[in-house]
T-cell receptor, first 114, second 113 residues
Framework: GNSVTQMEGPVTLSEEAFLTINCTYTATGYPSLFWYVQYPGEGLQLLLK?????DKGSNKGFEATYRKETTSFHLEKGSVQVSDSAVYFC?????????????FGKGTKLTVNP | SAVISQKPSRDICQRGTSLTIQCQVD?????MFWYRQQPGQSLTLIAT?????????ESGFVIDKFPISRPNLTFSTLTVSNMSPEDSSIYLCSGGRAQETQYFGPGTRLLVL
């Protein structure tokens, strides 16, 4: 079945540091890949997505590239801010395989200190 | 994009009682889902809410415990029945069109005493 393995947290960084959160996946078809973010006390928001190999999703300074050869979708940001403190979830869906259901990684809690 | 609202936003309930959570989408969507997020954990899919027919449940979730309705393309309810403290979680609904992004509601924070 489909699964997502995400870097375990928590991650603590200083403001302006470089961020990488690793995400790898297992899927039978050709999944779409997502990063969702959950700020404290809030629901999930879509951060970025990629629907096919070599696509790069980007938003708010975050980027992730769909790497089919390594089955990865690592999240990066060049300079984090205190306001980026949140829990980040990597997820996939396999619509062509007949399912729009999202399969989530375990989440990575990021804390950015001033 | 779709804007999704949920009611209630939070509740504290006594064990043995039931709570119905409502999910409203501001536009017609093909797919609606219900997820559970236990404290400090990731999201687990409970079921797919099917319009006009019985929901499709994931392994470990049953209709008697989590009855779901979806009378039209923009509205769904999830009931958590005969609650116990283990049901304390955040319950989230999501919606989207086929092969498009799913959007999430803000969640319902449930505490069972």
């Amino acid at each position: 079945g489909n699964s997502v393995t995400q870097m375990e947290g928590p991650v603590t960084l200083s403001e302006e540091a470089f961020l990488t959160i690793n995400c790898t996946y297992t899927a039978t078809g050709y999944p779409s890949l997502f990063w969702y973010v959950q700020y404290p006390g809030e629901g999930l928001q879509l951060l970025l997505k990629a629907t096919k190999a070599d696509d790069k999703g980007s938003n708010k300074g975050f980027e992730a590239t769909y790497r089919k050869e390594t089955t990865s979708f690592h999240l990066e940001k060049g300079s984090v801010q205190v306001s980026d403190s949140a829990v980040y979830f990597c997820a996939l869906s396999d619509p062509q395989g007949g399912s729009e259901k999202l399969v989530f990684g375990k989440g990575t809690k990021l804390t950015v200190n001033p | 994009s779709a804007v999704i609202s949920q009611k209630p936003s939070r509740d504290i309930c006594q064990r043995g009682t039931s709570l119905t959570i409502q999910c409203q989408v501001d536009s017609q969507v093909t797919m609606m889902f219900w997820y559970r997020q236990q404290p400090g954990q990731s999201l687990t899919l409970i079921a797919t809410a099917n319009q006009g027919s019985e929901a499709t449940y994931e392994s470990g979730f049953v209709i008697d415990k989590f009855p779901i309705s979806r009378p039209n393309l923009t509205f769904s309810t999830l009931t958590v029945s005969n609650m116990s403290p283990e049901d304390s979680s955040i319950y989230l609904c999501s919606g989207g069109r086929a092969q498009e992004t799913q959007y999430f509601g803000p969640g319902t924070r449930l505490l069972v005493l």
